[in-house]
């Protein structure tokens, strides 16, 4: 975390974001890690930007900071804030629960690829 000019806080990672989160909760990395039901050292890791969480872990993290689980998506970059649209298919994918989270991760590489596909497509005049 930095500070901005106005002396605010600016979160620059989702680790960042989510240490922020649980100290604004007051909960320790152990309390929370227990609430989520993952182990206290890789919590630890997703804070420092060592690990990339699973959606179904953010999930987890955002019921117990009681905060919504697309804020996290967006912080981890799932979910792109520019966009309404992809935005909602990818938390429809996000949250179904039939598929596997590597399904899930899968269907959202291919929705990404279509997207910047036909967006090389609408610059290209020919």
Known sequence: MTKGKDGKTVVESLGDFLKEQRLASRLSLRQLADQVGVSNPYLSQIER????????????????????????????????????TAGSVEL??????GLTERQKQSLLDVYASFLALNAGDARDPS
Request: aromatic residues 2%; charged residues 20%; neutral net charge.
């Open 49 to 84: 930007g060592l690990r990339k969480p699973s959606a179904e872990v953010l999930q987890q993290i955002a019921r117990a900071l009681r905060i919504s689980a697309e804020q996290l998506y967006h912080q981890a970059g799932i979910v792109s804030p520019e966009s309404n």
């Open 92 to 97: 429809a994918v996000l949250a179904d629960v």
